[in-house]
């Protein structure tokens, strides 16, 4: 089955800094990567998420990079603020299977 | 905005007890997942319900672990003899297409467990 890696599983950055997380999967047949924002006390959220037929996409200050051939992936956010502290999950989705998540990686930012 | 809801938001129990876990997914979705995720640790999956069938399930679940949809709205997931070691939050996710559709699925708040 699908094993997803995920990388750092701590990020500390200042205010105004760039955060990039990093996510390795196992099987070519995934085809959908999402990112999920978890904050305390609270469900994931989605925050952004690729197809395995782009290789980039943006949304304002997140993006998301997906090398097919390597089998990775990452999220990269600029310009952090306080409120992007949170753990940020990565996962790999392929049809007829279950979404399977990294271990997940806590953001800290500070100002 | 729908959301996925989930009751109860903490449950304590004895061990060996039996609990069931509420959720009621988005109206218009089709598919149904349950996750659990031990503190600190990831999210990690445990079955996918799909047409009134368990579509796919980890090793986790096991036969302690049961789910269904009683009705049109509600999806359980019933522990029948907790151990010590479900202690979890529990998610409940709906998503309206499956893996080749959007795929994306929307959680729910989640079941905090304790087994005591």
């Known amino acids: 089955g699908e094993n997803v890696e995920q990388h750092p599983s701590t990020l500390s950055v200042q205010e105004g800094d760039s955060a990039v997380i990093k996510c390795t999967y196992s099987?070519?047949?995934?085809?959908?990567f999402p990112w999920y924002k978890q904050e305390l006390g609270k469900g994931p959220q989605l925050i952004i998420d690729?197809?395995?037929?782009?290789g980039e996409k943006k949304d304002q200050r997140i993006a998301v990079t997906l090398n097919k051939t390597a089998k990775h992936f990452s999220l990269h956010i600029t310009e952090t603020q306080p409120e992007d502290s949170a753990v940020y999950f990565c996962?790999?989705?392929?049809?007829?299977?279950?979404?399977?998540f990294g271990k997940g990686t806590t953001l800290s930012v500070s100002s | 905005e729908p959301e996925v809801t989930q009751t109860p938001s903490h449950q304590v129990t004895q061990m060996g007890q039996e609990v069931i876990l509420r959720c009621v997914p988005i109206?218009?979705?089709?598919?149904f997942y349950w996750y659990r995720q031990i503190l600190g640790q990831k999210v990690e999956f445990l079955v996918s319900?799909?047409?009134?069938?368990?579509?796919?399930k980890s090793e986790i679940f096991d036969d302690q672990f049961s789910v269904e949809r009683p009705d049109g709205s509600n999806f359980t997931l019933k522990i029948r003899s907790t151990k010590l070691e479900d202690s979890a939050m529990y998610f409940c996710?709906?998503?309206?297409?499956?893996?080749?559709?959007?795929?994306?699925?929307?959680f729910g708040e989640g079941s905090r467990l304790t087994v005591l």
């Open positions: 996710a709906s998503s309206e297409l499956g893996g080749g559709g959007t795929g994306e699925l929307f």
């Open positions: 099987d070519s047949a995934s085809n959908y």
């Open positions: 690729i197809r395995s037929n782009v």
């Open positions: 996962a790999a989705y392929q049809a007829g299977t279950a979404l399977i």
């Open positions: 109206s218009n979705h089709l598919y």
């Open positions: 319900f799909y047409n009134n069938e368990i579509s796919e």
